[in-house]
């Protein structure tokens, strides 16, 4: 043995794709189509062969499979807010499901993506085998053209709305009507909508104004609009909550606006949920936390997460596949920020 060959206690510790095949009962050239991310498997065998990836800590060589497949095994991920604490839990879903494959991941935030192009840019010069889009980005004419030519799939968004460009997001109309439902049976009626920007917020206003109408309550309709940053998501509640008469009930784009709602809520004196119900949406960790216990519509971040990358290598496999676009059915999960109206409206 030489200087160079590692040692063979180090050889052995390090999982081969025969031992994820042995561990899962299946060919190597199974496993090495799961990895891919190619079609034509049985549930059973695909959940197999990823179980066996992850109980081994199995990791392909990065490096000769670049070499031998013309790929860099990277995947890049521009995050529309770092702010929104429900990207956390999806980007975690979706590491997880890359790294069982063998892919890494390069992320970015659009932050100033209509004036600084240098996020794509280094995208296209680590040669990135594809994009995935998380949540609602900026269609600048650069991220159009990336896109067009790169393998890209939308998570939790609708831009860019492009013919080869997938789509992985949660049913919002759907969520957002589920969200007054949820009040109106608790016998509000003022429910108010601190609203989002982009296509994804806008389906969301419609649930709402949907499910308001088919309760018969379209005289209280109120809809105050955020920017998405921190100052609009504060003007936007501050509006809501002054105005008269004020609403019992206010639906929030996003649990981060929630969350700034009800802090103003307590700097107004009022008291949630006695005084003021509030929903969020994304049912992000935040919401979960007990202490804050927010009312929210889960998107099911887990399996939009696992579908996106799914969705992203079937596209590199074949960037000329007709597009799809799979919308995720939400749930409503009540908990203690929404509670029936102090007095009658």
Known sequence: MTDSEPSADVRAARPTIFDVASRAGVSKSLVSVVLRGKSGVSAAKRAAVLGAVEELGYRPNAAARSLAQKRTFTVGALLS???NPWFIDLLASTRTELSARGLNLFLAEDHQLETDTSVLDAFVEARVDGLLCL????????LLSTARNLPTVVVSGREPDLPNVDVVTGDDRAGAARAVAHLVELGHTRIAHLAGTGRAADLRTDGYREEMHRNGLAEHIQIE??????AGDTRAARALMTSRPRPTAILANNDYAALITMSHAVELGLSVPADLSVVGYDNSYLARTGYIGLTSVDNNYVEMGKLAVQKLVARIEEPDAAR?????DPTLLPRRTSASPARSD
């Open 81 to 83: 807010d770092l702010r």
């Open 135 to 142: 949540g609602t980005v900026p269609p600048t004419e650069q």
């Open 225 to 230: 609009i955020s920017d998405r940053s921190e």
């Open 324 to 328: 799809t676009v799979s919308l995720l």
